[in-house]
């Protein structure tokens, strides 16, 4: 049995080896026929009129077929000389180079003026080519590039430099956003994180030379009657323009007290208690010394004395329990302030200055724990106010010809957490990010759902986070619930294959797939300007960009792994 399996065995590979000769055979005969009928000359057949004389036929006769047979003598020598022709996808047979597919032509990108030479070769794209360079679009491959400045300023693709960004957790928000600040900073943009929760950029704004602020307890503190970059820029610039920096400056000391009285109450401020509380930073500001801007015990014994200025807005007509009644509430918030969790950071002067002339500015609030929302949202705004008060100082120093013009980018991640810490911030976010466009500014809010907005405490404050996402100039989405995109899609314009797109984006990866499989969404999005079909885009990044960016830094640096698995490891795509 086993001398017939051999006999058989040889007999087949015998067999294939005639096949194959065959095959080879074949194939030359073909590529030779093809070189004789290209090297055959051609001629215009003979044009008779009339009778042909037969003599002169036959010697034409003879004559061509000796031209015949002198071509064919010269394509043997010819081809005896270079050897049997290669056919196109190779010769058949073990070792012989024979391929069954043919890849495509490599496919390069480049601009008009680089590629205009190379007609009609080349073929035009769809996507946008202005500002940071994003990724690739998700179906034709083309160069993706984007960013809220850049399409506001030479694109005018949108009429506000604004972004707002959705998805869930893990899908890679923070790290697009954090290559639009890296691409930025290249063509002169002054970033600003003000909150760092995580912190998700401090890493890639030291990268950039900028400037890192630590907040929280025993860290470092903001004195939010502190004026800031705004009080040296107007005693800087003097005259009609300086009287009325210092003015603006006044009215963003007032609203970032109003905000953490806000947050201490957990509702709003009553309008008197606004104009007693200007009145005693109006008295504190006049009684200052220069240099020494007064902290908030200071406020609190302008409201213990009770001077003219502050009661003549408390109406009390000179009685001292009158005026008792107006100020304690307020007194007692105050008190709230210095001796509640917000004392340690606010009771005292500000630790480090945002330096108005640093290339990016990372204010990071990560140290204040998870729970500590109180905390959390009172670092935020203070944070907010000081930043967009150095941007306000920049641009006033600008128009009087005392330093350069700068645009600013700012980020504002994890909208989510101050939005929840009290009824009535809202109105202080709007009131800080509204005027944008007119302060040479560009900004990015990020969160994870609307249903964030449907959280909030008031119809009234829901209506104005909402309002955040219609005002956006763009709107990029991550992974979402069908649900969620359902709601986003009323509030935006999504069509039903942009819907089901990000919603498939939303499923988690499968359950047979390799250990370090990613969630199928990650790294994808869509970006929306306006009533414009969303473009598509696919982000890979750099390894540059992973040392920097890494929101999964507690597993990747953990000493021992868990039971049953290897040492953990960043994935390909890292964020939040």
């Excluded at 502190?226 to 820029?233: E, I, N, T, V």
């Excluded at 005259?239 to 210092?246: N, Y």
């Excluded at 991640?413 to 109105?427: F, H, Q, Y």
């Amino acid at each position: 049995m086993r001398i017939r399996t051999d006999q058989l065995k040889a007999e087949l590979d015998r067999g294939d080896r005639d096949r194959a000769d065959r095959d080879r055979a074949a194939r030359d005969r073909l590529d030779r026929a093809a070189v004789d009928t290209g090297r055959r000359e051609w001629s215009p057949p003979p044009v008779s009129s009339g009778r042909q004389d037969p003599g002169k036929a036959a010697s034409d006769k003879e004559a061509s077929e000796g031209k015949s047979k002198s071509r064919r003598s010269k394509s043997k020598k010819s081809d005896s000389k270079s050897g049997p022709q290669a056919p196109v996808r190779g010769w058949p047979g073990p070792g012989g180079g024979q391929i069954g597919h043919l890849d495509p032509p490599t496919m390069w990108r480049a601009t008009t003026v680089q590629a205009c030479g190379l007609w009609p070769f080349v073929a035009g794209s769809g996507a946008p080519m202005t500002g940071v360079p994003l990724g690739q679009h998700l179906f034709t491959g083309a160069t993706v590039c984007g960013d809220p400045i850049s399409w506001f300023t030479r694109a005018r693709y949108i009429s506000n430099p604004s972004l707002f960004m959705l998805g869930m957790p893990g899908l890679g928000k923070s790290t697009l956003v954090n290559r639009m600040l890296i691409g930025l900073a290249a063509t002169g943009v002054v970033p600003l994180v003000l909150g760092d929760l995580k912190p998700d950029y401090a890493d890639t704004v030291r990268a950039l030379g900028g400037q890192v602020i630590s907040i929280g307890r025993g860290m470092g503190g903001i004195n939010v009657l502190d004026p800031g970059a705004m009080g040296s820029a107007a005693a800087r610039i003097g005259g009609e323009a300086g009287r009325v920096l210092a003015a603006e400056a006044h009215g963003r000391v007032l609203n970032m007290v109003a905000a953490l009285v806000t947050i201490v109450r957990t509702r709003p401020m009553d309008d008197h208690e606004q104009s007693v509380l200007s009145a005693a930073l109006h008295h504190l500001r006049e009684r200052s010394e220069p240099g020494r801007p007064p902290l908030l015990p200071d406020l609190l014994k302008v409201l213990a004395e009770g001077p003219d200025r502050v009661r003549a807005v408390t109406l009390d007509r000179g009685e001292d329990t009158r005026y008792r009644m107006a100020v304690d509430p307020l007194h007692r918030s105050l008190l709230g302030i210095l001796d509640g969790p917000l004392g340690d950071t606010f009771s005292s002067a500000t630790s480090v200055r945002i330096d108005p002339a640093a290339p990016a500015v990372c204010v990071d609030i990560s140290r204040i724990g998870e729970s500590d929302t109180q905390l959390t949202a009172a670092a935020m705004l203070a944070a907010w106010s000081d930043g967009l008060g150095t941007v306000a100082a920049a641009h006033a120093l600008s128009d009087a010809r005392l330093a350069p013009q700068r645009w600013f980018f700012t980020v504002l991640d994890e909208l989510w957490r101050p939005l929840r810490a009290a009824s009535g911030i809202v109105d202080r976010i709007d009131a800080l990010t509204r005027l944008n466009r007119s302060l040479g500014m560009g900004d990015a809010k990020i969160t994870h759902t609307l249903k964030d907005a449907e959280a909030l405490g008031t119809d009234a404050d829901r209506a104005k986070a909402r309002g955040f996402v219609e005002r956006a100039g763009m709107v990029v989405c991550a992974g979402l619930p069908r649900a969620e995109m359902e709601e986003l899609g009323k509030v935006v314009g999504l069509s039903r294959r942009e819907i089901e797109l990000v919603s498939s984006w939303s499923s988690p990866a499968g359950w047979g797939g390799r250990e370090r499989d990613e969630p199928p969404g990650r790294g994808r999005f869509l970006v929306k300007v306006g009533g414009r079909p969303g473009i598509p885009i696919r982000v890979a990044i750099t390894d540059t960009e992973r040392g920097l960016h890494n929101t999964n830094t507690r597993w990747s640096e953990a000493g021992s792994a868990p039971a049953g698995g290897g040492p953990l490891s960043p994935p390909a795509m890292e964020a939040s």
